[in-house]
Protein backbone atom coordinates (compact mmCIF):
# COMPACT_ATOMS: atom_id res chain seq x y z
CA UNK A 1 0.00 0.00 0.00
CA UNK A 2 1.12 3.51 -1.26
CA UNK A 3 0.46 6.64 1.30
CA UNK A 4 0.23 10.01 -0.28
CA UNK A 5 -0.94 12.94 1.85
CA UNK A 6 -2.28 16.06 -0.13
CA UNK A 7 -2.05 19.40 1.77
CA UNK A 8 -3.10 22.71 0.41
CA UNK A 9 -3.70 26.49 0.98
CA UNK A 10 -0.81 27.29 3.53
CA UNK A 11 -1.31 31.01 2.96
CA UNK A 12 2.26 31.69 4.63
CA UNK A 13 1.89 35.81 5.36
CA UNK A 14 -2.16 35.60 5.89
CA UNK A 15 -3.60 37.75 8.59
CA UNK A 16 -5.34 34.65 10.09
CA UNK A 17 -2.58 31.96 8.85
CA UNK A 18 -1.84 30.15 12.10
CA UNK A 19 1.90 28.27 12.07
CA UNK A 20 0.71 26.49 14.84
CA UNK A 21 -1.70 25.07 12.91
CA UNK A 22 0.56 23.83 10.17
CA UNK A 23 3.09 22.69 12.69
CA UNK A 24 0.83 20.72 14.28
CA UNK A 25 0.49 18.90 10.70
CA UNK A 26 3.19 18.45 9.50
CA UNK A 27 4.07 16.75 13.20
CA UNK A 28 1.22 14.55 12.04
CA UNK A 29 2.11 13.70 8.51
CA UNK A 30 5.70 12.80 9.38
CA UNK A 31 4.20 10.56 12.24
CA UNK A 32 2.15 9.04 9.22
CA UNK A 33 5.27 8.43 7.04
CA UNK A 34 3.97 9.02 3.45
CA UNK A 35 5.64 7.73 0.65
CA UNK A 36 5.14 10.89 -0.63
CA UNK A 37 3.42 14.97 0.18
CA UNK A 38 1.27 16.47 -2.48
CA UNK A 39 1.26 20.54 -1.74
CA UNK A 40 -1.32 21.50 -4.45
CA UNK A 41 -0.74 25.78 -4.27
CA UNK A 42 -1.41 28.79 -2.47
CA UNK A 43 1.52 28.43 -0.41
CA UNK A 44 1.50 31.81 0.10
CA UNK A 45 -1.00 34.94 0.72
CA UNK A 46 0.56 37.44 -1.33
CA UNK A 47 3.24 35.58 -3.40
CA UNK A 48 6.01 37.89 -1.65
CA UNK A 49 9.46 37.04 -1.25
CA UNK A 50 9.71 36.67 2.26
CA UNK A 51 6.53 34.54 2.51
CA UNK A 52 7.97 32.29 -0.22
CA UNK A 53 10.84 31.98 2.04
CA UNK A 54 9.03 31.04 5.13
CA UNK A 55 6.68 28.67 3.36
CA UNK A 56 9.98 26.59 1.98
CA UNK A 57 11.01 26.61 5.77
CA UNK A 58 7.79 25.01 6.45
CA UNK A 59 8.04 22.68 3.40
CA UNK A 60 11.56 21.66 4.34
CA UNK A 61 10.26 20.33 7.55
CA UNK A 62 8.26 17.80 5.66
CA UNK A 63 10.44 14.20 5.81
CA UNK A 64 8.79 12.48 2.61
CA UNK A 65 9.21 13.47 -0.97
CA UNK A 66 7.35 16.14 -2.12
CA UNK A 67 5.67 18.25 -4.95
CA UNK A 68 4.87 21.60 -4.66
CA UNK A 69 2.66 23.45 -7.46
CA UNK A 70 1.88 27.81 -7.41
CA UNK A 71 -1.73 28.64 -6.42
CA UNK A 72 -3.44 31.68 -7.76
CA UNK A 73 -1.91 33.64 -4.50
CA UNK A 74 1.47 32.52 -5.38
CA UNK A 75 1.24 34.11 -8.91
CA UNK A 76 0.73 37.60 -7.26
CA UNK A 77 2.89 40.54 -7.60
CA UNK A 78 5.54 38.46 -10.10
CA UNK A 79 5.16 35.85 -7.20
CA UNK A 80 5.22 33.14 -10.37
CA UNK A 81 9.24 33.84 -10.98
CA UNK A 82 9.64 33.87 -7.27
CA UNK A 83 8.25 30.43 -7.19
CA UNK A 84 10.70 29.31 -9.40
CA UNK A 85 13.87 30.67 -7.88
CA UNK A 86 12.48 29.22 -4.38
CA UNK A 87 10.34 26.66 -4.99
CA UNK A 88 11.19 24.80 -8.56
CA UNK A 89 9.65 24.38 -11.80
CA UNK A 90 6.26 25.34 -11.73
CA UNK A 91 5.46 22.37 -13.69
CA UNK A 92 7.36 19.00 -12.72
CA UNK A 93 6.87 15.12 -11.62
CA UNK A 94 7.49 12.92 -9.03
CA UNK A 95 7.87 9.49 -9.57
CA UNK A 96 7.29 6.72 -7.15
CA UNK A 97 9.25 3.61 -8.30
CA UNK A 98 8.82 1.06 -5.64
CA UNK A 99 5.41 1.95 -6.27
CA UNK A 100 5.14 2.23 -9.88
CA UNK A 101 3.03 5.93 -9.17
CA UNK A 102 3.94 9.04 -11.59
CA UNK A 103 2.38 12.43 -9.93
CA UNK A 104 2.41 15.02 -12.37
CA UNK A 105 1.94 18.84 -11.15
CA UNK A 106 0.78 21.10 -13.24
CA UNK A 107 0.23 25.21 -12.70
CA UNK A 108 -2.89 26.30 -13.19
CA UNK A 109 -1.90 29.96 -11.88
CA UNK A 110 -2.33 33.35 -14.35
CA UNK A 111 -0.57 36.10 -12.65
CA UNK A 112 -2.49 38.55 -10.38
CA UNK A 113 -5.93 36.66 -11.60
CA UNK A 114 -8.05 34.47 -9.62
CA UNK A 115 -8.60 32.38 -12.01
CA UNK A 116 -6.90 29.74 -13.73
CA UNK A 117 -5.28 28.24 -17.12
CA UNK A 118 -3.73 25.34 -18.04
CA UNK A 119 -3.02 26.57 -21.92
CA UNK A 120 -1.65 25.15 -24.89
CA UNK A 121 2.05 24.80 -24.06
CA UNK A 122 0.92 22.97 -20.31
CA UNK A 123 -1.29 20.35 -22.45
CA UNK A 124 1.29 19.07 -24.39
CA UNK A 125 3.59 19.04 -21.25
CA UNK A 126 0.98 17.02 -19.34
CA UNK A 127 0.00 14.69 -22.76
CA UNK A 128 3.63 13.79 -23.13
CA UNK A 129 4.13 13.03 -19.27
CA UNK A 130 0.80 11.01 -19.39
CA UNK A 131 2.05 9.20 -22.66
CA UNK A 132 5.43 7.80 -20.73
CA UNK A 133 3.32 6.90 -17.85
CA UNK A 134 1.05 4.86 -19.39
CA UNK A 135 3.56 3.05 -21.98
CA UNK A 136 4.91 1.82 -18.35
CA UNK A 137 1.78 0.59 -17.24
CA UNK A 138 2.22 3.44 -14.43
CA UNK A 139 -0.80 4.59 -11.63
CA UNK A 140 -1.59 8.37 -12.68
CA UNK A 141 -1.75 10.94 -10.47
CA UNK A 142 -2.09 15.10 -11.58
CA UNK A 143 -2.42 17.70 -9.58
CA UNK A 144 -3.46 21.18 -10.20
CA UNK A 145 -4.54 24.26 -7.72
CA UNK A 146 -7.73 24.94 -9.70
CA UNK A 147 -10.56 21.77 -9.35
CA UNK A 148 -11.57 21.07 -13.02
CA UNK A 149 -14.97 19.97 -11.21
CA UNK A 150 -16.85 22.44 -9.65
CA UNK A 151 -17.34 22.09 -5.84
CA UNK A 152 -20.28 22.00 -4.02
CA UNK A 153 -20.98 24.84 -1.03
CA UNK A 154 -18.64 27.10 -2.40
CA UNK A 155 -21.36 29.51 -3.66
CA UNK A 156 -21.07 31.24 -6.82
CA UNK A 157 -18.35 29.45 -9.13
CA UNK A 158 -16.24 31.80 -11.34
CA UNK A 159 -12.94 30.11 -10.44
CA UNK A 160 -12.70 26.78 -12.32
CA UNK A 161 -10.28 26.16 -14.94
CA UNK A 162 -11.03 28.66 -18.32
CA UNK A 163 -9.91 25.64 -20.22
CA UNK A 164 -11.68 23.05 -18.00
CA UNK A 165 -13.66 21.52 -20.82
CA UNK A 166 -10.44 20.03 -22.65
CA UNK A 167 -8.62 19.28 -19.88
CA UNK A 168 -11.27 17.19 -18.33
CA UNK A 169 -11.36 15.52 -21.95
CA UNK A 170 -7.90 14.35 -21.63
CA UNK A 171 -8.23 13.18 -18.14
CA UNK A 172 -11.48 10.71 -18.92
CA UNK A 173 -9.67 9.91 -22.45
CA UNK A 174 -6.64 8.34 -20.51
CA UNK A 175 -8.54 6.84 -17.40
CA UNK A 176 -6.00 8.83 -14.86
CA UNK A 177 -6.17 7.30 -11.53
CA UNK A 178 -6.69 10.70 -9.44
CA UNK A 179 -6.66 14.48 -9.83
CA UNK A 180 -5.71 16.26 -6.85
CA UNK A 181 -6.62 20.03 -6.35
CA UNK A 182 -7.26 23.06 -3.80
CA UNK A 183 -8.05 26.42 -3.98
CA UNK A 184 -11.95 26.16 -2.52
CA UNK A 185 -10.75 25.47 0.96
CA UNK A 186 -13.61 22.33 0.88
CA UNK A 187 -12.48 19.41 1.02
CA UNK A 188 -14.60 17.02 -1.52
CA UNK A 189 -14.60 13.81 -3.84
CA UNK A 190 -16.01 13.65 -7.16
CA UNK A 191 -15.55 10.21 -9.29
CA UNK A 192 -16.05 10.35 -13.26
CA UNK A 193 -15.93 7.14 -15.29
CA UNK A 194 -12.59 5.48 -13.83
CA UNK A 195 -10.82 8.98 -12.21
CA UNK A 196 -11.58 10.08 -8.53
CA UNK A 197 -11.25 14.12 -8.37
CA UNK A 198 -10.09 15.14 -4.62
CA UNK A 199 -10.19 18.81 -3.31
CA UNK A 200 -8.70 19.53 0.09
CA UNK A 201 -9.53 21.92 2.49
CA UNK A 202 -7.12 24.54 3.63
CA UNK A 203 -4.15 23.18 5.61
CA UNK A 204 -3.39 26.06 7.47
CA UNK A 205 -5.38 29.53 7.25
CA UNK A 206 -8.77 29.94 9.23
CA UNK A 207 -10.63 31.03 5.75
CA UNK A 208 -12.94 28.74 6.07
CA UNK A 209 -16.96 27.78 4.93
CA UNK A 210 -19.52 26.70 7.34
CA UNK A 211 -18.34 24.44 10.30
CA UNK A 212 -15.47 23.29 8.76
CA UNK A 213 -11.84 22.94 10.07
CA UNK A 214 -8.41 23.52 9.07
CA UNK A 215 -7.33 20.00 7.34
CA UNK A 216 -5.50 17.77 4.97
CA UNK A 217 -6.32 14.49 3.10
CA UNK A 218 -4.44 10.95 3.16
CA UNK A 219 -4.66 8.63 0.38
CA UNK A 220 -3.90 4.98 0.74
CA UNK A 221 -3.65 3.44 -2.69
CA UNK A 222 -3.33 -0.28 -2.96
CA UNK A 223 -3.57 -1.66 -6.37
CA UNK A 224 -6.35 0.50 -8.56
CA UNK A 225 -8.47 1.24 -5.27
CA UNK A 226 -7.81 4.39 -3.21
CA UNK A 227 -8.86 5.06 0.10
CA UNK A 228 -9.19 8.69 1.61
CA UNK A 229 -9.07 10.06 5.24
CA UNK A 230 -10.04 13.53 5.82
CA UNK A 231 -7.43 14.44 8.91
CA UNK A 232 -8.77 17.85 10.92
CA UNK A 233 -6.97 19.85 13.26
CA UNK A 234 -8.97 19.00 16.08
CA UNK A 235 -7.61 15.41 15.74
CA UNK A 236 -11.09 13.57 13.79
CA UNK A 237 -11.05 12.09 10.73
CA UNK A 238 -13.52 11.09 8.36
CA UNK A 239 -13.88 8.89 5.22
CA UNK A 240 -14.08 11.33 2.01
CA UNK A 241 -16.42 8.75 -0.58
CA UNK A 242 -18.15 10.54 -3.81
CA UNK A 243 -21.45 11.15 -3.34
Partial sequence: MTKIIQISDLHTGFSEFREDILLRAINKINKLQPDAVVISGDITDNGYYKEFVKAKEYIDLIDSPTIVIPGNHDARNIGDEVFEEIIGNRDSTLELKESNI????????????????????????????????????????????????????????RNVLSDAGDILLILLQNDINLVLSGHKHVPHVWKMNNTLFVTAGTVSSMKLRGNTQPSFNLLEINDDETHITLYNYDGSTKELTPP
Fill in 102 to 157: KIIGLDSSVPDLGHGKIGRFQRKFLEKEIKDAKDRNMFIIITVHHHIISVPNTGRE
